[in-house]
Every structure is written in structure tokens, then in C-alpha cells.
């Protein structure tokens, strides 16, 4: 069977909640104290994507491969946001691919069917963020024509801290 990339329906929210729940996962493993890890990702995952998935500026496509699905994208449309002086936009913000669907193109034909997606919302542009250790996600959307135009840097808070008092 070919390869199918399609809306998500609610009988893929199961499938959505696993991917999901190893993205958290893998995200929690380039830095766990940056990226959160709830108790009950998988149930987070699957209530959060189902939601969106029935959301007019949202978009949640899955991929499937012989009638299962091995693969999902996520993003929505966001308003301007004066903070990261962004004009609205498209935010593609999930993109996973089981391992044994891995190299074989599936990853870029989520991102563009995404593209696809969001562009026909009426958005400008569309912008999304990959973990500094995610390098091969990082390639794959350079090859696709995303180009670098943010760096994010956390820091975490002192376990102790006193105010600072204004003079």
C-alpha cells in the first residue's frame, strides 16, 4: 500500500498519544530540565491532539503505511505576538516519525503537507522550533527551505533566591 498522508481522526488518537508521549520523551532526554515530562503523557498527548485536531486553525495530519499510522505532524495558526515580534503565523510545532518509517521521505512529506495545510489558513509564513540536539529534524527542514532565524537559551532559576529591592 502507498503511503497516505491525511487529516487525524478520532479513531487515531490512540496512535497520536503513543507518538506523542516519545516526542515528550525524546525532547526529555536532550534536556530534562528544560522539556517536561507529565505522568500520563500518552492520556495528555491523546486528549491535547484530539482537541486540536477538531480546531478550524489547527492542523493535525497523520501518515499512514499499510494501513497503520507511523507518523503525525501538528501545528496551528497563532495571532502576532508583540513578544516574539511575530506577524501571525503558522507554528509547526509536532513533527514525529515511528523508527521503522524513518529515511524513506515520511518526515518531509508531513512537513510539507503542514506547509501545505497552514499556508491555505491565510498565513504568511510558518515558523517552527527543533531542539538544539535534534540536528537530523534541523537538516531535513533546512533541505526543505526553513532557515534559522532564532536561538533560545534557558537557564534555570538558583534554588535559593532573595528579591531584588528596588532603590
Known sequence: MPLIIRAANATDEAALGRMGA???RKHHEFDAQRF???DD???GYRAWLGREARRKDAVVIVAELDGQVVGYAYGRVEPVDWNALLD??????DLWVEEKARRGGVGALLAEEMMRRLTSLGVPRVVLHTAARNEPAQRMFARLGWRPTMVEMTREAPAHT????ER
Open 22 to 24: 516519545a516526542l515528550a
Open 36 to 38: 517536561m515530562l507529565p
Open 41 to 43: 503523557v500518552e492520556s
Open 88 to 93: 501571525r503565523a503558522g507554528a509547526f510545532h
Open 162 to 165: 532573595e528579591p531584588i529591592s
